[in-house]
């Protein structure tokens, strides 16, 4: 089932990814893309491979975050009800099938394509500064995400008061439960990773708006509907997604700062050759 869930998932976010590079990027960056990808491959290559070792030790860590959690034993889950009350109630009191259909929709295929898509549309771009802050912004994103994890223990209204709060999520896409099973811990709530990752995208797209403002327009559209979706299905508080806002925009000035004063890529160039004066050195030669 897990596997279906995946292909499922794949075909859809590829289909998305595709329109939107038709709409958003366009054929002229493509073709430049085509002439200078290896330059900004190397330029990217830092952020990357720290992302990536990042979310390796993630998945890693998922094993062993509960147990360290409840050593600490700082359980916040009666403390975010008492100050938010029934909120999430009154929000699945507005619950109709087609606006389910429509957040279950944007929680699992919507966030993915969330994520996805502006490192393609970054990279699109000669200037590979967006890039690397978007991969950085990232990597900060699941790094003090874990941090927090660890230290505070927080259930989700689903789990807090499931006589009252409706799974929706799971009571109508029952085969989606194979999936979030394996990256979401109960535990785990605060503060709302979906949400941070999606501002961090609605937050960069809006500082890229003069390159792509068409994406700004839908990023912060589809930034607000991961972030509804979360409350509406019943996995996180309201107070996990302000939590979750203010972590992406911790996450975005950090990564700006960062990129702009320790990057591996700027100190290298003009040291190290670039591989399109490499191809013009020897085809002079």
């Known amino acids: 089932m897990l596997a279906n869930v995946l292909i499922q998932?794949?075909?859809?976010?590829?289909?998305?990814?595709?329109v939107s590079i038709a709409l958003f990027v366009g054929r002229y960056r493509l073709r430049d893309t085509k002439v200078e990808w290896r330059d900004r491959l190397r330029a990217a290559a830092p952020a990357t491979v720290l992302l990536g070792a990042v979310l390796s030790l993630n998945g890693l860590s998922r094993q062993f975050v509960p147990e360290i959690s409840w050593l600490i034993d700082w359980n916040l889950t009666w403390a975010i009800y008492d100050i938010e009350g029934q909120f999430i109630v009154w929000l699945q009191?507005?619950?109709?099938?087609?606006?389910?259909?429509?957040?279950s929709f944007i929680y699992i295929y919507g966030y993915v394509f969330l994520l996805v898509f502006p490192?393609?549309?970054?990279?699109?771009?000669?200037?590979?500064?967006p890039l690397r802050e978007l991969l950085t912004a990232y990597t900060l994103n699941y790094v003090l995400g874990t941090v927090l994890y660890i230290l505070i223990i927080a259930y989700g209204p689903?789990?807090?008061?499931?006589e009252l709060v409706d799974a929706l999520l799971y009571d109508t896409y029952p085969q989606y439960q194979h999936l979030t099973r394996q990256v979401n811990r109960n535990t785990n709530v605060f503060p709302s990773l979906h949400t941070s990752l999606a501002a961090t995208v609605s937050i960069l797209a809006f500082h890229t708006r003069s390159v792509y403002p068409k994406w700004a327009v839908v990023a912060s559209i589809l930034g607000l509907s991961v972030v509804i979706s979360t409350m509406y299905l019943g996995i996180h508080w309201?107070?996990?997604?302000?939590?979750?806002?203010?972590?992406?925009?911790?996450?975005?000035?950090?990564?700006?700062?960062?990129?702009?004063?320790?990057?591996?890529?700027?100190?290298?160039?003009?040291?190290?050759?670039?591989?399109?004066?490499?191809?013009n050195r020897d085809s002079d030669s």
């Open 119 to 129: 490192v393609i549309a970054y990279f699109a771009l000669s200037n590979t500064r």
């Open 93 to 103: 009191s507005l619950e109709t099938p087609a606006v389910t259909a429509y957040f």
């Open 9 to 18: 998932l794949a075909l859809v976010v590829t289909f998305m990814t595709l």
């Open 158 to 162: 689903r789990n807090m008061m499931p």
């Open 238 to 279: 309201a107070i996990d997604v302000v939590a979750g806002v203010v972590l992406a925009y911790v996450c975005v000035e950090l990564s700006r700062l960062l990129v702009g004063r320790w990057s591996v890529y700027e100190w290298a160039d003009g040291r190290l050759p670039s591989l399109s004066s490499i191809r």
